[in-house]
């Protein structure tokens, strides 16, 4: 199983939000941003400061995916 954060990116798109602006209000480090944009996995402290910032789910900023269907995409 891998981490897809694509949900989360796609919020921050539409609530016309930026990378940092998610960093520095959510109050995480952007060593955490720059992890969740290469699929590395977060704790949970920081996924739930992100959703209370967002007011959402973590279902609504990740998904887990399969790791064969992920690599099936990159052939």
């Known amino acids: 199983m891998v981490v897809s954060y694509k949900k989360l990116w ?8 930026m990378k940092k602006d998610l960093q520095s209000n959510a109050g995480v480090s952007w060593a955490t941003i720059t ?14 400061k992100i959703c209370k910032y967002l007011q959402c789910d973590v279902g609504d900023i990740m998904e887990f995916i399969d790791a064969d269907k992920s690599e099936d995409k990159t052939k």
């Open 10 to 17: 796609k919020l921050l798109i539409d609530k016309d939000l």
């Open 35 to 48: 992890k969740m944009s290469k699929g590395e996995t977060v704790s949970t402290e920081v996924l739930m």
